[in-house]
């Protein structure tokens, strides 16, 4: 299998690039982001819990975003690989997700980290909240919020796969299609 970690702050392009990749390479895409969005349309229980924290650009508790991703990548059982987009986003998160796949006996083949400087990922955000709708992007607490839960929770998740020697960091900043180029050569390479 190949299994890709699209990794990167919010407002990398990690989404875009996913809807890309998907095609290219047959993978299924799972954003725990997404995931939760859509429980929170559908008021279900487990979106009115996300909803809590993601309105503040906090993290939903591992617990819950553990179970829900190990319950998403059931769901795609005869899979070829997979993207994660979202997902890890702590070190307990990346723990849990090399046991599962190693259940399946499978691993992550790589982690590709979208490098964005911080200024352009902030006015990315405020263009997007024009057309996503999205809370967490109209209000610019909550945008530093999720860059600073970012940069003290997640940012060292790279350090776990790059001891693994499986970090590619791939220049963030560009069109789509430019940085598109980059991901395929950087996951190409191996
Ligand atoms: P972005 O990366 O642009 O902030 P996402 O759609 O990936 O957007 O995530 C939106 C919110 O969903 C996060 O701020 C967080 O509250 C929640 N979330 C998504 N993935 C996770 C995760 N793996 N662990 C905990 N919370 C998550």
Redesign the pocket.
């Known amino acids: 299998m190949l299994n890709l970690v699209l990794f ?5 392009g ?2 875009t690039q996913s809807e890309k990749l998907i095609s290219h390479y047959g993978l299924v895409h799972i ?4 995931v ?2 859509f429980n929170i349309k559908n008021e279900t229980e487990l979106g009115k819990l ?1 909803k809590s ?2 309105d ?7 617990e ?2 553990i179970n829900m ?1 190990g319950a998403e990548v059931e769901k795609n059982s005869d899979a070829k690989g997979f993207i994660f ?6 070190s307990a ?1 990346a723990a849990a997700l090399d046991e599962l796949l190693a259940g399946k006996g499978t691993s992550v083949s790589m982690m590709v980290a979208l490098d964005v400087p911080e200024e352009e990922l902030k006015t990315r ?1 405020m263009k ?1 909240a024009e057309v996503s709708g ?1 809370a ?2 109209a209000d610019p607490a909550v945008i530093q919020n ?1 860059i600073d ?2 940069n003290a929770q997640t940012a060292p998740v790279a350090e776990f796969y790059k001891g693994q020697g499986k970090l590619r960091l791939v220049n963030g900043v560009g069109t789509i299609d430019e940085i598109f180029g980059r991901i395929c050569e950087a996951m190409d390479k191996g």
């Open positions: 990167g702050p919010p407002g990398a990690k989404g954003s725990t982001g997404d939760f969005r996300a924290y993601m503040k650009g906090e993290l939903v508790p591992d819950v975003t991703l987009d979202g997902f890890p986003r702590t998160q955000l997007r999205r967490d992007d999720r839960v970012y």
